[in-house]
């Protein structure tokens, strides 16, 4: 297990020498120096890093010219693709060689994922900022902060997590690769310019254990995360229905001047929309969803609690959904109906905004970030129950704008409580709608404008 201890010293003075070399020859043609230029870098799915396509926009109408940097797997969000100071420059997502042991296949991968990442770098405008996410951190950490020395340019790092703990829960927390992680990451880590961070549990920690000062830059919902009309509730069911079956309508009798969901109905000649009487809840979750949850749910139904059925929509798009997705077929409920459309960018926040409930299932594996799918929610004002771990509480506050649960029995509980005599009567459930209603939180611009843009304007 030496081999990557002496392989990774070698590929970054491999890449310091290139950087060295470009120096000596002077600047390359075209590449002068951009003032107040950022390029945002994302070592993977642009379309699945919300918070640094935010970090893009909020630059963007600051007046910086913005070059995003990272995969195209996913489509951004549109405001994204219209912006005319926001150039995305795409890199390929490698693919492992499939020759050797795996620890052989994964350092042949960051070597290659190095040059790439080195050389598309500076290709691009110079930037005066390289403002890079964490993790991926390896190699993207050490890659960028010798661009920066070539190019003159200040790294800023925003740590969403550390990339060593997320490693750790596959390979073990004492594997050599872990522990060559951690070193790594504290090392390079430390040679930022600037750090921001997802919560004021990780500021302390970066500053204990690492000895890298940061600012707390806490996910906040975008503006158009909102309660979702119900007109427009509507027209997404009825897209939806076309192709899922929970949002269809019943065996009920049609009646020609009527649309119906499973949720609403239009009425065609006064265009008036309302709620169906005895429409199920709308609960979105992720797909860590394990259905014991539906078990319980189910078992209260039967035993003649009077709860409404259930359609549960899981989102996302994790590596583990084709599994989900199999246990889901071999689910057979009466009264819970599972599945996991495929959602465009701009019907995910109208989702949020129609739902009764969100389920957060979201475990860190460092116990110091937080889960965005419930900044989002929050901003939808839908609420939220969430399994428990270290630092939820700058986020969930319990029974005030949601509930932490620690397992599925305690899951199944609370959602037999929030949806007691569903639709009707007053619920905890409609007093954490208030609540939220009532928070007025902060939305992203805002406090971007607050914790962001000073950092940019002093330096």
């Not at 994964?106 to 405008?125: C, E, G, N, P, R």
């Not at 951690?182 to 920690?205: I, P, Q």
Request: hydrophobic share 40%; charged share 20%.
């Amino acid at each position: 297990m030496a081999a990557p201890a002496m392989l990774l010293p070698l590929v970054a003075a491999g890449l310091a020498l290139c950087a060295a070399l470009l120096w000596l020859r002077g600047r390359p043609a075209g590449s002068e120096l951009v003032r107040g230029r950022v390029c945002v870098v994302v070592l993977g799915d642009l379309g699945r890093s919300p918070r640094m396509q935010y970090h893009a926009l909020a630059l963007a109408q600051h007046g910086h010219g913005v070059t995003l940097l990272g995969f195209l797997s996913t489509k951004p969000h549109s405001d994204i693709l219209c912006n005319e100071k926001i150039h995305i420059v795409s890199i390929s997502e490698l693919k492992v060689l499939q020759v050797g042991p795996k620890i052989f296949q994964y350092i042949m991968k960051v070597i290659a994922q190095a040059i790439q990442l080195f050389y598309t770098m500076l290709k691009v405008d110079r930037p005066s900022y390289i403002l890079l996410q964490n993790p991926p951190g390896l190699p993207s950490i050490a890659v960028t902060w010798m661009v920066c020395l070539v190019r003159r340019s200040k790294l800023i790092i925003d740590w969403h997590n550390y990339g060593y703990t997320i490693m750790s829960l596959i390979h073990g927390k004492n594997h050599p690769i872990v522990q060559i992680a951690e070193w790594y990451e504290k090392l390079f880590g430390r040679l930022s310019d600037y750090n921001f961070c997802v919560t004021n549990a990780m500021k302390e920690d970066l500053q204990m254990n690492c000895n890298i000062k940061a600012i707390t830059l806490y996910d906040k919902p975008a503006s158009f995360f909102k309660e979702t009309p119900l007109e427009i509730q509507h027209k997404l069911y009825m897209k939806l229905a076309k192709d899922y079956a929970p949002f269809k309508r019943g065996t009920d009798s049609i009646h020609p001047d009527v649309e119906k969901s499973a949720f609403t109905e239009l009425d065609i000649r006064n265009g008036n929309v309302t709620q169906i009487k005895e429409r199920p809840a709308l609960l979105i979750s992720s797909t860590s969803w394990t259905g014991l949850e539906s078990n319980y749910y189910e078992e209260y139904v039967n035993d003649g609690i009077k709860l409404p059925s259930l359609v549960c929509v899981i989102t996302g798009k994790g590596p583990l959904k084709k599994h989900y997705n199999r246990l889901i077929d071999k689910m057979h409920f009466k009264h819970i109906q599972i599945c996991t459309p495929w959602l465009e960018a701009e019907d995910y926040p109208v989702l949020l905004g129609s739902a009764d409930l969100g389920v957060c299932l979201h475990k860190s594996s460092s116990g110091l970030d937080l889960p965005m799918k419930v900044v989002d929610m929050f901003g939808c004002c839908l609420p939220v129950c969430a399994v428990h771990f270290q630092c939820l509480h700058e986020l969930v506050k319990h029974d005030e704008n949601g509930l932490i649960f620690r397992d599925s029995n305690e899951l199944a509980e609370q959602l037999k409580m929030l949806l007691l005599e569903f639709p009707t009567g007053e619920s905890k459930l409609d007093m954490f709608r208030r609540n939220l209603r009532a928070s007025k939180q902060l939305r992203w611009d805002e406090s971007w404008e607050q914790t962001v843009l000073p950092v940019f304007r002093n330096n």
